[in-house]
Each structure stands twice: as structure tokens, then as C-alpha cells.
């Protein structure tokens, strides 16, 4: 077991500055910990429920599972780190507040989306809202359906959101594009994308097919889900990627069945689906002054979660060998799920 101590985050988020709870500093102590796979980077991920923490994703997931009392009408945005999350936010923020800011008399009011980055307005659950400076947040200024994301595992959800007629939305997005959107965003909180090559591609790749990845391993995080979406269809939504990217029309109109919220056919008459996706786009929230130049609390840049938000970008950074490892650990882990990534 390593016992390595450091961070590969900034440095207003190293575990030593994160004033961990005690519990969570005893629990870290009695698990399983393996090195990060960042080059340059002494961080230690944490085995806990059958999952890689770090030290700020284990202290939040577990004040989460104390302390988050669930509505019914709550809606959570669940995914692996870098698989859409944004977007995702950025979507069904746009969805459930469109008759706010599309309907003519409001025309006027400028969209929050054109001023802050979706993840101040959909906060994750473990990162932003339960941290050890405020471990009983006041959640009575959320507006219902309050909008929360999470990374965190199915199985290690807090009980009332299994036992809560809450919503679910999963985005997976395919192994391949994941590993190098994540792999890329890492680096760049070390600041040293500059010396990104392939030993620390090597050793990254070793470590995600082995599981050893935040919220990994990646293939569990995502057949839970997608089993749960079978069982319970009116509670957990499942989506791809790379489906919603061709076809986004379609799975808007998805999505907003399912939340309750469906398009008239009004709406969809007057652009409405388009006004959504276009204020939604890659390319619009990318080139936003705020998106561009902001920060969130924690001192990361929100231009961090614009690289480029391509299906296929995999193909510039994995060999044929690599694919093939990928693609064999995959059918090895979900393929007789019927799931097809």
C-alpha cells in the first residue's frame, strides 16, 4: 500500500488544506490506496465501496451519504468524470428554466448560462455542496426540482436517494474518448500539459484498464447504472454520448419527458429545441468571457471543461494495441449486458 502524500490539484485543493472530517481521515488510513496516474503527481486514490477516491471526493461522497435527504422531486445529473457532465448540466439547466428566459415577454432577461459556467448552476453534491466548512448545507434556496450532479457510484449513494421517488440522468460516454478527455483534464490541473508524452499516457492507460481511476473503475460505474435503468425506467434515464450528440433533437425531447417537463408542440413549432442546443453548444458556451476566463471556488478554470467535446478524439492518442485492450476489457465487462458502447 503507498503511502505517498501530495496532490495533483491546485493548490488551495491539496488534501492537507482540505480540512478532511475525522472520519474521513480514519477511513482513509484503513483503505487500500494506489498512486494517481498524473505525471508528476504524488496523489493517492482511495479504494472505498469498490471505487477510487480521492482525498476530496471520498470526504465529500461521505458527508453526502450522511447528511443529503432527498425529495422526490429532485433530479440528479449522474456520470464518470469527463463524460459529458457540462454539457449535460448545461442542457437540462436550459431545459428546466426555458419558460424563464424563451417565452417573448422574457426575451429580455439575459440567460444565466451566458454568465456563469454550468457547474456553478448545477453544483455536484460532493464537491460543492458537502464539504467539511459546511457539512449541513441549507438546501432551502434550491427552487423545485432542485438540480443537483454527482459522480458518485450507484451503490454508494446516499439511502434516500434510493429510497426517494427522485430522478436519475446517466450520461456514459465511450471508454476510449473518457480515458483521454479525463487523462487531458488532469494534466492541466498540474499544470503540465507541457509534459504530457508517452510514458505518462502509458502509465495513465495501465491504470484505467486495471480500474485505478477517479470514481473507477470506469466499466462498474457505468453497468450499474445501466442496469438500474432497466429495472426502474420511471427513475433512472440512461443515455450515451455519443448518441445524443447525433441525434440531439431526439433526446431533448427524451429528456424532457422524462423530467415531466415535456415540448409542446408550440415549442417545438417556434424553434424552441434549436434555441436550447444552439445556447447549449460546445461552441457557444466555449467562446463565453466567463467560460474563458473564470474560475469556480475551488480555483479551478472553468476553461478546463472546454477541450474540444469531440466523438472520436481517442483516435489521435491510442494505438491499435491499446484499442484492442480496450475494446477486449469491455466485452469482458458488459458484454453480455447488451449494453454497446
Known amino acids: 500500500m503507498s503511502t505517498t502524500e501530495g496532490s495533483s490539484l491546485p493548490r488551495n485543493l491539496q488534501p492537507d488544506d482540505l480540512m478532511l472530517t475525522d472520519e474521513c481521515r480514519e477511513l482513509m488510513g484503513s483503505l487500500q490506496s494506489e498512486k494517481g496516474w498524473v505525471l508528476s503527481?504524488?496523489?493517492?486514490?482511495?479504494?472505498?465501496?469498490?471505487?477510487?477516491?480521492?482525498?476530496?471526493?471520498?470526504?465529500?461522497?461521505?458527508?453526502?451519504?450522511?447528511?443529503?435527504?432527498?425529495?422526490?422531486?429532485?433530479?440528479?445529473?449522474?456520470?464518470?468524470?469527463?463524460?459529458?457532465?457540462?454539457?449535460?448540466?448545461?442542457?437540462?439547466?436550459?431545459?428546466?428554466?426555458?419558460?424563464?428566459?424563451?417565452?417573448?415577454?422574457?426575451?429580455k432577461l439575459d440567460h444565466p448560462l451566458l454568465h456563469k459556467n454550468p457547474h456553478?448552476?448545477?453544483?455536484?453534491?460532493?464537491?460543492?455542496?458537502?464539504?467539511?466548512?459546511?457539512?449541513?448545507?441549507?438546501?432551502?434556496?434550491?427552487?423545485?426540482?432542485?438540480?443537483?450532479?454527482?459522480?458518485?457510484p450507484l451503490r454508494s449513494l446516499p439511502e434516500s436517494v434510493k429510497d426517494s421517488k427522485c430522478k436519475l440522468v446517466y450520461l456514459c460516454r465511450n471508454p476510449r474518448d473518457t480515458f483521454v478527455s479525463l487523462w487531458h483534464f488532469l494534466n492541466k490541473l498540474t499544470h503540465n500539459e507541457t509534459e504530457m508524452g508517452i510514458q505518462a499516457l502509458e502509465g495513465a492507460f495501465d491504470m484505467f484498464c486495471k480500474g485505478v481511476s477517479l470514481y473507477g473503475p470506469y466499466w462498474d460505474h457505468v453497468l450499474d447504472y445501466y442496469k438500474a435503468s432497466l429495472e426502474m425506467p420511471h427513475k433512472v434515464l440512461f443515455l450515451k454520448y455519443e448518441e445524443m450528440k447525433d441525434k440531439q433533437s431526439e433526446h431533448l425531447k427524451r429528456l424532457a419527458d422524462f423530467l415531466?417537463?415535456?415540448?409542446?408542440?408550440?415549442?417545438e413549432a417556434n424553434v424552441g429545441v434549436d434555441e436550447i442546443l444552439r445556447l447549449c453548444s460546445f461552441d457557444n458556451l466555449s467562446k463565453l468571457e466567463v467560460n474563458q476566463t473564470g474560475k469556480l471556488e475551488l480555483g479551478l478554470e472553468?476553461?478546463?471543461f472546454f477541450r474540444k467535446g469531440e466523438v472520436g478524439d481517442w483516435v489521435n492518442y491510442l494505438t491499435p494495441e491499446k484499442i484492442e485492450r480496450l475494446d477486449r476489457i469491455t466485452e469482458e465487462k458488459i458484454g453480455s449486458s447488451g449494453l454497446k458502447l
Not at 53 to 69: C, E, S, V
Request: charged share 20%; net charge neutral; glycine share 4%.
Open 41 to 107: 503527481s504524488s496523489t493517492l486514490y482511495y479504494l472505498y465501496q469498490g471505487f477510487w477516491y480521492g482525498a476530496l471526493h471520498m470526504n465529500g461522497t461521505l458527508l453526502t451519504q450522511r447528511h443529503f435527504r432527498s425529495l422526490d422531486s429532485d433530479i440528479l445529473l449522474v456520470t464518470t468524470p469527463k463524460s459529458g457532465t457540462t454539457w449535460l448540466k448545461a442542457i437540462i439547466f436550459a431545459l428546466l428554466n426555458r419558460s424563464c428566459y424563451s417565452e417573448p415577454a422574457n426575451r
Open 120 to 152: 456553478k448552476l448545477v453544483p455536484f453534491l460532493e464537491v460543492d455542496i458537502y464539504t467539511s466548512k459546511d457539512p449541513y448545507p441549507d438546501l432551502s434556496n434550491f427552487n423545485s426540482p432542485r438540480l443537483f450532479a454527482t459522480h458518485i
Open 260 to 267: 415531466g417537463c415535456p415540448l409542446s408542440e408550440d415549442e
Open 302 to 304: 472553468n476553461k478546463f
